[in-house]
């Protein structure tokens, strides 16, 4: 394995606040319309890759929430109330 390949394969994953925000800056950089047609296409793939990680990130956490809040084989809903109610 190269240099390179091990610091690639010992970083984190990325935080999913920091993709959201890289696939805003690229929707907003599209809707712009200044790129070119390059530009665009590499731009979109990229929003499609992070958005993909987004989805399966938020996924991961609804499973984690409902084994957490699983209680034998049943699972307690729990309302979610906001702080200034």
Known sequence: MTTKAKKTAAQPA?????????????????????????????????????????QKALSDAEQKVALLTRDGDQLHAQPFALDDE
């Open 14 to 54: 990325p935080l999913f606040e920091e993709q959201l925000a890289k696939l805003e800056g690229l929707v907003e950089a599209l809707e712009q319309g200044d790129l070119s047609l390059e530009q665009s296409m590499l731009s979109f793939e990229q929003g499609i890759s992070l958005a993909r990680e987004c």
